[in-house]
C-alpha cells in the first residue's frame, strides 16, 4: 500500500559544505545496497530522500535499515491526491489495524496553495479519525500513534511509522582505514564500527599456513565478505599478508614471553607500511583494554611505538559481551567462533608478558632482522575481494 | 613426482573407478523408485533386492536381516535408539554397557539416553586399547538391556574382543526373560578384517560405504530376525518402516559393489597392509622422541603415531605441503579444538596426544610410497623442532 519510502539523514545534513558530496555519496551507496530490489526513482528534496517502490517497500526498507550507514530512519509514505476527501482516506488506511489508543495529527505545509490552514487540515483529520474509528482519543502529548501529513506540490504525504536506522556517516566518506582483521570476535566488529563513522575499510590477515589451516583463511575471507555490504563500494578488499617467516623468526628468540609482543609489533609495522602503500589515514584493531596480555596499557604502548600512524581501537571501552552483541547483530558471530586456530593462538607462550617494555622487545628485537623480515612478508601479501572471492593483486 | 599419497582412509574414501561404473546408471538412466506401480519401478525394485540378495550372501545374512541407512552414524542411531525407544522404556530405562573408546555417533546417543534416565557404563580400555572381559561381565546387571562394541577402534585401529563379548551375552541371556541386545559397530573394519556375523552374536550391526571406497550417504544396517527395532523416523514404508524415504538407488548398488570387491580382496589387501604397516613402523621408530600410539595387533590399516615436542596438526600441514594427507585422531573431531577422546581413555598424557596423528592406508598404497611418507615425516618433524627449539 506504500508506494514510497521517506529516508532522513541526520549528522550529514549538517556538514557545512561538504554537504552535497554527501548526500550524494549516500545516495551511491544507497542504490548499490538496492541492487536487485524493485526500486523505482529515487529524489533528493530538502534534506530527505524518497524513494519510489512498486508498493512493496519491505524488503527495501530492511536493507536500507540494516546495511546503510547515514540514514537516521525511514517511514513508508503514502501519497494522496490533494483533496481532502482522499486525504481523509488515507489517513483511514493507515490507521486501520494499528495497535494504539491515543493519536494526534501533525500537518505541515510547505504548499501554500492548498485551501485549508495546518490548523484546519488538523481538526478536519482529527475529526474524522474520532468519527472512523471510536476507540481513539487525542493526546497531544504522548499519543500512541502520530499521523504525519505533509501538504506538498506533488501532493499529500501520510506515515506513522518511523523505523529507526542505523546512523553514522555514509560508507566511505571519511577516507581509507585498515583493519587488522584475525578471525576472532572482536575485529570485524572494529571494522563495523569504524565504517559506521564511514571509513572506507580494507582488511589485512596474517597468515601462517602451514602452522594454522587454510579454514582459517577461508573463515577471515568469510568475514570480510559478511562485513561487506556496510563498507564503502559494498566490497572488502581483504589483504592477505604471508607471515610463517615471521612466526618461525620468532620462535627462536631468547625471550619467549615477549614473542606475542613482538608479533604484534611486526603486524603494525606491516599494516603501517601498508597503509602508506595504499593512501590509508589509519590502522584499525579490535584491542579491548586489559582484554588479554597483548591488551594491557603497557602492551599497547610497547606495541604502538613501532608506528607513528594512527591507529583506531573502537572497542578500547567496551566489555567482551557488548562486543558479542554488535557481532550478533551483524552477523559476524556465528563465523566468528568457528574453532580454527588463526595465528595469534597457535602460537601463545606460556607465560605471555603483560607489562613488555619498549626496551626490553628492542632487546628482543635486536637477534632478529626486522627490516628484512617485515619486508619479505610484505613482497608476499596478495589482495582478495572477499565479497567474490576473486584476487585483485 | 607422485600426484598425492592419500593416507586419511579411515576418515573416507575415493570411489573407486569399478563402483562409480556401477552406479552410473542409477543417475539418469536407472532413475526408478522401487515404490513406483510402473516398469521404472519395477526395475527399480529388481535391484534394490537384488543388491540386498547379494550382500547378505557375502555377510552370510538373511536379506531381510540388512536395512540400507543414510550413513554409518544414521545406522548406529537407529540401531541403538531403535531398541531404547519401545514404549516400555518410557518409564522404565534400564541400563547399557558400551566403551569409553567408541564412535560419536555412539558415544553422544548414549549421553543422550542418560538424560532420558538410561544408566550407561563405559568401560575402561587399556594402553592397547582393550577392554577388560572380566571388568564387562561384572558391568552386567539385570537391568542391562543392550550392549554396544566397536569391532575395530577409527582412531587407534584396536581390534575389540566382539566374539566373547557375545558369548558372556549369550550366557546371560540363558536366564534372562528380557535379552540384551548385541550391537556392534563395525564400520572400520569391514573389509579390514574378517567379519563373521553368525559366530559374533551381534544382535546389530553397523557397516558405512564411504570407508571402503563406496559412496557416501549409505550405510547399512544388520539386525537379526527377531531383533523389535521401533522406528525412530517416520515415513514411508521403505526397509520394513525402520529407515523410511525413497531408497539411495545410486548409493546402494555402490554399496554392493564396494562390498563385494572388498570382501574378495581382503586376503591379498591384508597381507599387503600388514607389510606396509610393519615398514612404517620400522620407520618411525627410527625417528628421534617418536611413539607409536596403535597396538601392535591392531587393524592392518591404521597407524597412529607421535612425535615429542610438536603440534600434530602442525605436522599435518607440513605434510600436506607434501601432498602427503593424514589427521590428527578422527576426522570428526579434528575440527575441534580439545584432545581426543580415545587416545585419553587409553591414559595418554594430554602432552603426547597433541603430538600425535593417525595414518591410516588402503590397498592402492604402495610400498615406495610409504618409504617417502617415512622419509617425509623424519625431514618435516626434525624441521619443526628445529623451529620451536
Not at chain 1, 55 to 81: K, M, T
Not at chain 1, 159 to 168: E, F, M, T
Not at chain 1, 374 to 390: F, G
Not at chain 2, 146 to 155: D, P, R, Y
Amino acid at each position: 500500500m506504500y508506494p514510497l519510502l521517506l529516508v532522513r539523514y541526520g549528522e550529514i545534513s549538517l556538514k557545512g559544505r561538504n554537504r552535497k558530496s554527501f548526500e550524494d555519496l549516500l545516495m551511491r551507496n544507497i542504490k548499490t545496497t538496492l541492487r536487485g530490489t524493485p526500486y523505482g526513482k529515487i529524489r533528493k528534496t530538502f534534506g530527505r530522500i524518497y524513494i519510489e517502490t512498486n508498493g512493496s517497500w519491505e524488503e527495501i526498507a530492511r536493507r536500507l535499515q540494516q546495511h546503510v550507514f547515514g540514514i537516521v530512519s525511514i517511514s513508508p509514505v503514502l501519497r494522496r491526491e490533494l483533496e481532502l476527501g482522499s486525504i481523509q482516506e488515507g489517513a483511514r488506511l493507515i490507521l486501520e489495524g494499528l495497535p494504539g489508543q491515543t493519536f494526534k495529527v501533525e500537518t505541515r505545509r510547505p504548499n501554500k496553495k492548498f485551501p485549508l490552514t495546518t490548523p484546519e487540515i488538523n481538526n478536519a483529520l482529527g475529526g474524522f479519525i474520532l468519527r472512523s474509528f471510536p476507540h481513539l482519543s487525542v493526546d497531544v502529548h504522548n499519543p500512541d500513534i502520530t499521523l504525519h501529513v505533509e501538504i506538498r506540490q506533488e501532493g499529500a504525504f501520510l506515515y506513522s511509522q518511523v523505523i529507526p536506522c542505523l546512523g553514522g556517516l555514509p560508507a566511505g566518506s571519511s577516507g581509507k582505514g585498515i583493519l587488522l582483521l584475525s578471525g576472532g570476535i572482536d575485529s570485524p566488529v572494529a571494522g563495523y564500527l569504524s565504517m559506521k563513522r564511514g571509513v572506507a575499510v580494507e582488511g589485512l590477515h596474517f597468515y601462517s599456513y602451514p602452522f594454522t589451516t587454510e579454514r582459517s583463511k577461508e573463515k577471515v575471507i568469510e568475514l570480510g565478505r559478511l562485513l561487506s555490504p556496510y563498507n564503502a563500494h559494498g566490497s572488502f578488499k581483504l589483504w592477505i599478508c604471508h607471515f610463517t617467516e615471521i612466526q618461525k623468526a620468532l620462535q627462536t628468540i631468547s625471550y619467549p614471553e615477549l614473542s606475542i609482543t613482538l608479533m604484534r609489533r611486526f603486524m603494525l609495522r606491516i599494516g603501517t607500511e601498508l597503509a602508506n602503500r595504499e593512501k590509508a589515514y589509519a590502522l584499525i584493531t579490535g584491542d579491548s583494554l586489559g582484554q588479554v596480555a597483548s591488551q594491557t596499557m603497557e602492551s599497547i604502548y610497547t606495541i604502538n611505538s613501532v608506528t607513528n600512524i594512527p591507529i583506531y581501537r573502537p572497542l578500547i571501552g567496551m566489555d567482551k559481551q557488548e562486543i558479542i552483541d554488535i557481532s550478533q547483530k551483524i552477523e559476524t558471530y556465528e563465523t566468528s567462533i568457528l574453532p580454527y586456530d588463526d595465528c595469534c593462538t597457535v602460537f601463545v607462550p606460556k607465560n605471555p608478558a603483560t607489562r613488555p617494555t619498549i626496551e626490553q622487545a628492542l632487546e628482543a628485537e635486536g637477534e632478529l632482522d626486522v627490516a628484512g623480515l617485515v619486508e619479505e612478508a610484505l613482497s608476499k601479501t596478495h589482495c582478495i575481494d572477499a565479497s567474490t572471492s576473486q584476487e585483485i593483486i | 613426482m607422485h600426484h598425492e599419497i592419500y593416507l586419511d582412509n579411515s576418515a573416507t574414501t575415493p570411489v573407486s573407478d569399478q563402483v562409480a561404473l556401477a552406479m552410473e546408471p542409477y543417475w539418469a538412466i536407472q532413475y526408478g523408485n522401487p515404490s513406483s506401480p510402473h516398469m521404472r519401478g519395477v526395475a527399480a525394485e529388481k535391484t534394490l533386492r537384488h543388491c540386498r540378495q547379494q550382500i547378505s550372501d557375502l555377510l552370510r545374512v538373511h536379506p531381510y536381516e540388512l536395512y540400507f541407512t543414510g550413513s554409518g552414524t544414521e545406522a548406529n542411531n537407529i540401531a541403538i535408539q531403535g531398541i531404547t525407544s519401545a514404549p516400555h522404556f518410557r518409564k522404565h530405562p534400564g541400563h547399557i554397557i558400551t566403551t569409553a573408546i567408541e564412535h560419536p555417533s555412539v558415544l553422544n546417543v548414549m549421553k543422550h539416553l542418560e538424560t532420558l534416565g538410561w544408566a550407561v557404563t563405559y568401560l575402561d580400555v587399556d594402553k592397547e586399547g582393550q577392554i577388560d572381559l572380566a571388568q564387562f561381565k561384572e558391568s552386567l546387571l539385570p537391568e542391562t538391556k543392550l550392549v554396544s562394541v566397536m569391532m575395530v577402534n577409527n582412531e587407534l585401529g584396536s581390534i575389540l574382543p566382539i566374539e566373547a563379548v557375545g558369548e558372556i551375552i549369550q550366557e546371560a541371556n540363558t536366564n534372562r526373560s528380557s535379552k540384551i541386545i548385541f550391537h556392534v559397530d563395525a564400520v572400520q573394519a569391514l573389509g579390514q578384517i574378517p567379519i563373521n556375523i553368525p559366530n559374533s552374536k551381534a544382535d546389530l550391526m553397523t557397516f558405512s560405504g564411504h570407508k571402503i571406497f563406496g559412496p557416501k550417504g549409505i550405510g547399512l544396517l544388520y539386525a537379526r530376525r527377531g531383533t523389535n527395532l521401533h522406528p525412530i523416523l517416520f515415513g514411508g514404508n521403505q526397509e520394513g518402516g525402520i529407515r523410511p524415504g525413497t531408497e539411495n538407488m545410486p548409493g546402494i548398488v555402490g554399496l554392493t559393489k564396494a562390498i563385494q570387491i572388498a570382501m574378495e580382496d581382503l586376503e591379498t589387501n591384508t597381507k599387503h597392509l600388514l607389510e606396509l604397516r610393519a615398514q612404517l613402523i620400522s620407520g618411525v621408530n627410527k625417528i628421534e622422541h617418536s611413539y607409536i600410539n596403535s597396538p601392535e595387533d591392531g587393524a592392518p590399516h591404521i597407524l597412529n603415531i607421535g612425535f615429542e615436542d610438536i603440534r600434530g596438526e602442525v605436522l599435518v600441514h607440513f605434510l600436506e605441503q607434501r601432498r602427503i594427507f593424514v589427521s590428527m585422531g578422527a576426522a570428526c573431531s579434528s575440527n575441534r579444538r580439545g584432545t581426543s577422546h580415545v587416545l585419553k581413555a587409553i591414559g595418554m598424557p594430554s602432552e603426547k596426544i597433541l603430538g600425535s596423528i593417525r595414518i591410516s592406508l588402503a590397498p592402492n598404497i604402495t610400498k615406495d610410497q610409504i618409504r617417502y611418507v617415512v622419509s617425509s615425516l623424519g625431514d618435516t618433524v626434525e624441521q619443526i623442532r628445529r623451529i620451536y627449539m
